[in-house]
């Protein structure tokens, strides 16, 4: 297994469990305990995950998402299933806004086969790697960049969003739950999200079953705003019924 193949299972055992065992990696991995202490070193630089006497536990701040180099490498299987979900909801000729999250990235990626798709996006992440989609056209928002998560924020983005009408608003958050309803990390992020919802006939909202229950720092917006939640896995009986009723329809694997 590569380096970058046993970091990526660590993390996933951090976001199941929020605790791992160095003695216990070094078994299952069949590598040395050393070897282990530096994937522990590598994920705390990332800014997931803090060191203990014999392990790490989960860095746990809604206020501070993951860097986006770990947020695309995480939970790849669920992404890619929300991917192949999205793909054939969007169409030739079709605009779309989409966020800076990692899974709209997935997502996005499964729509190379359109040739013609107007992308409005503050994700220099995207903008870079589908800028080899020469017959898309690509239109980046502007304003100022929030290096932690690739992302273009502030007024500028905001305006710019505004000047435009979509069929589509591709988004994901950082957890949805019955207080917040659709939360994400800051301020900046979250009115970018709101603006790309006004600017769109219809919002999908990105979500792996991961996100279910879990809080987050601001609220994004209400569920009954969205008109689609796209998932890998089926939620629990009492959030389907609760999307329901909020008139959600629901796309899961």
Not at 2 to 26: N, Y
């Amino acid at each position: 297994m590569l380096v970058a193949e046993r970091r990526q299972v660590i993390l996933e055992r951090l976001h199941a469990t929020s605790r791992v065992v160095v003695a216990e990696l070094s078994a299952e991995f069949g590598v040395s305990e050393e070897t282990i202490r530096r994937d522990l070193e590598w994920l705390e630089k990332e800014g997931v995950a803090t060191r203990t006497y014999g392990g790490a536990v989960l860095k746990n701040n809604d206020r501070v998402p993951p860097p986006y180099a770990v947020r695309k490498n995480t939970n790849v299987e669920g992404k890619v299933a929300i991917a192949q979900l999205l793909a054939p909801m969007i169409h030739e000729g079709d605009a779309i806004m989409v966020d800076e999250s990692s899974t709209a990235a997935y997502a996005i990626r499964a729509l190379r086969h359109l040739r013609s798709i107007t992308l409005i996006t503050n994700s220099q992440e995207m903008i870079q790697e589908m800028g080899r989609q020469e017959s898309w056209q690509i239109i980046s928002t502007g304003g100022h960049l929030k290096c932690d998560v690739m992302a273009l924020v502030g007024p500028q983005a905001v305006r710019s969003i505004e000047n435009y009408h979509v069929r589509w608003a591709i988004l994901s958050c950082r957890g949805i739950n019955d207080r917040l309803g659709i939360a994400d990390s800051s301020e900046d992020i979250v009115q970018v999200k709101r603006a790309m919802m006004r600017s769109a006939d219809d919002t999908i909202l990105l979500a792996d079953h991961r996100k279910f229950d879990r809080t987050g720092f601001v609220a994004l917006g209400r569920l009954d705003e969205v008109d689609y939640l796209v998932t890998d896995q089926a939620p629990s009986e009492e959030w389907c019924l609760d999307l329901e009723q909020k008139k959600v329809q629901l796309i899961f694997q």
